[in-house]
């Protein structure tokens, strides 16, 4: 394994994590910072500190820097050395797991259990790549100390970036003056006093002339000046951050979520222009599907066996999606509705987008919706005339399956409002109802059976605004169960259905 890493990743081995700052690999970055440091202390103290004029300047030099370097120096190796990881993954013997696949899951961090730790973490903690660990309150990885910054070591990170910023300015100050006193030839009020003899100067303690002076405080000076702006910039952004509540991983995906939203709008725009000009030349090479109405195939036979008892949906309500093209505006919709830029879904519906096209899949943007768990944006496309008619997927699910596939309960909410109850028993073409997906999800069951029964699906909070929240204390079993609680789905059904069936006799 690499002692030094120069990739800008700087990627721990698969397996390993990171504890503080100075684990293996280091980083290029953070030499290159110790080396900057040592450099301008002994300059400090062995250059500019020793050739002016001696009491009162010089000791006062010496106690001036002292005040902020000692600090600043235990400051900046205590935060290489603490672990800002979350507890849960701090206290794990094992080392993190190597068979994580992004292909399988689309977030390392689900429900609150991080897949790479394999461990529970709390609500602000992010993965960090180059540490290979959950940190707590995740801020950022700092490249400089190559450690990572969050909720345990932030006031600490900021105290050093203020002491920087002060050091900096003070050593900047100190060599600006001795560079244009070392210039002076009549007396005044900074000319020096060089420590070995009029025309020796001392650098590092060692005997130099003034040249040599000249050029080392010159290039201490704008060492210096450089990172009092960098430092400074840095200190003034998180002086910003803490201002608005923000940290800095918050404040970089806004921003990335926004320039995304310019990108799609732009995009949208450009084909609204271009749809205007040529109508018909529109998504010719998009195969994707559309609907067909009013067909009765064999899964809504199924279907209407399960919940003929219920008795009010007919098939020709049931709407199959079917292959047809889909045009790039329902492709943006779609795009959108899965990414959750809610202005996008807005700007679309107020152009008239019609609800009644489905993907590859024949998945609708109902379905979408469902599936990612946006909440805001299902509430925008229910108030769209088209939500009142039900559809089915090429597999035979409705946006009710989805919802409770991932355990989405606001969105079962909704729908329970505005569909009607025997949606709850219609199967798909593996013979499954909603009821069945939501097996898994102990908040999602016991709201569909409600729901399946008749009765009110939220127990207390019918009121809407509380859809809107992502249920603060739902705690959801970890991701990795989920593989079993299929299992146990396939198992259950058929006893689920007997029972009721039972019932109805
Ligand atoms: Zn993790
Ligand atoms: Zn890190």
Redesign the pocket.
Known sequence: MAVISFSSANPTDAGRR?RNGFSLPLYYVQILALVLIVFIILMNYLTLCVNIPTHPWQWLSIVLSSVIILPFSVIFIVLILSDPAEDSVKNQNRGPRTDFDRRVHQHVITNYYCNICDANVTEKAKH????N?C?YAFDH??IWL???IGGKNYRRFLTMLTLLVIGTLFVFINSLLQFIGSFLTSPSAISLNPYYAPDRYAVLMIPASQIAFQVISGIVAIICLVTFAMAGYLLGFHIFLCYHGFSTYDFVMKRRHNRTIDQTLTQFNQLAQNSREEPARASKFLPIKKLRKNQVTDLQENGTNNHHSNGNLRNDQIFTVEANYMSEHQLVLLDAIEKGHTSIVLKLLRNHISLDFGDAYGRTPFMIAAKYGRNDIMKLLLEHPQSKEVRVDRGGKTALHYAAESSQLPIVKMLSKRQPSSLTMLTNKTKLTPLDYALGADDVYPSLHKYSEGGEVSGGDTDDDEDDKPMPGAYVKPKKKKGSGKKKIGKKSGSKKKKKSGKKK
């Open positions: 990171r960090c790549s180059s540490c660990k940190v990885h700092c190559n450690n990572c």
